[in-house]
């Protein structure tokens, strides 16, 4: 690669370790609407996009992709899957469902494989159809043993699974891309915030520990996933797929230790399965055919979701 893969590695791992503690920033807007701290994280993410994309000169394949209907059609779906994810995120971190969204990103590239089988005829290793039907009866045995059917986890998952997926059907670059979601649902956002402020109920008026907790939004939101995109185009696709359990790893953490959320035994027992999953997934990404298949190949897609 031309590329330095260990400056590659240090960009990634600062972006992973931003949003693994991402659910610190988010626990200080509990009090807050969620929907509005949603909204203003994408309003605030937009001047963050705009610096950065002209500053590194990755604007070329904008006006092309802009000057296409299909192109701004996935692309204004792509930023209402994520935005729904964002949202639904926000949600689960203030009302103590922290470890709902580790379990979430731990399920998250077992959802992306089997959405690349359903959708894209991509062919499961032994290994990777074993990591899916463990992590599936791990959903099973919340559900019925547990008593409750993991929406949170699955939602969170799902969009973003899919969100990935219809990404990768546009051609144009992570930094890029981004910019363009951002502003196509700019519009709304912004409608939505002035409409709050006008209206004397907005999140900004309650105090200016709140105003500048949205400000932050938009950078919290906006730097790792600029991190990523610059380190993923300098590692291998394997090094990047073990690198982004880091994140639920430590989002687990937090929620037991420092948010002391209560974890009963079906979720612990759900857990593990996950856990075996993942060590299968693992081990596929290093299984012979699937390694020679990602010697040297740089990854350009983002695959975190950047809570």
Not at 67 to 75: D, E, F, G, I, Y
Not at 77 to 105: H, K, M, P, Q
Not at 171 to 177: L, R, Y
Not at 255 to 268: A, H, I, N, S, T
Request: with cysteine.
């Amino acid at each position: 690669m031309s590329d330095n893969p260990r400056s590659g590695f240090f960009f990634a791992l600062s972006a992973y370790l931003i949003w693994g503690t991402l659910p610190l920033f988010w626990k200080l807007t509990e009090h807050l609407d969620p929907v509005e701290v949603t909204a203003h994280r994408a309003f605030w993410s937009l001047p963050i996009a705009v610096i950065v994309c002209f500053a590194l000169r990755r604007t070329g394949d904008m006006l092309p992709a802009l000057k296409s209907p299909r192109k701004v059609a996935t692309l204004f779906l792509t930023s209402c899957l994520v935005s729904f994810n964002w949202g639904v995120f926000i949600w689960a971190i203030t009302v103590e469902r922290v470890l709902d969204t580790a379990l979430a990103y731990y399920i998250n590239p077992l959802i992306s494989v089997l959405l690349g089988y359903v959708f894209l005829g991509e062919r499961f290793s032994r290994l990777q159809f074993a990591a899916i039907t463990i992590a599936t009866a791990a959903v099973v045995m919340l559900t019925f043993v547990g008593g409750q059917f993991p929406l949170v986890s699955l939602a969170l998952a799902l969009t973003f699974g899919l969100y990935g997926l219809i990404r990768k059907t546009v051609d144009v670059g992570p930094t890029q891309g981004f910019l363009i979601e951002i502003l196509l649902i700019f519009p709304i956002v912004a409608g939505f915030i002035g409409w709050k402020f006008a209206s004397g109920t907005s999140v900004v008026l309650e105090s200016p520990d709140s105003f500048w907790l949205m400000i932050l939004a938009g950078p919290a939101t906006a730097t790792p996933l600029i991190l990523f995109s610059v380190g993923a185009k300098r590692l291998r696709l394997s090094t990047i797929g073990l690198m982004q359990f880091l994140v639920p790893t430590m989002i687990f953490l937090i929620g037991v230790y420092l948010f002391k959320e209560p974890m009963r035994d079906v979720q612990l027992a759900a857990f593990v399965m996950i856990w075996i999953a993942l060590v299968l997934y693992a081990i596929s990404i290093f299984h012979p055919q699937n390694k020679e298949r990602a010697k040297e190949k740089p990854s350009s897609a983002l695959t975190d979701d950047g809570q």
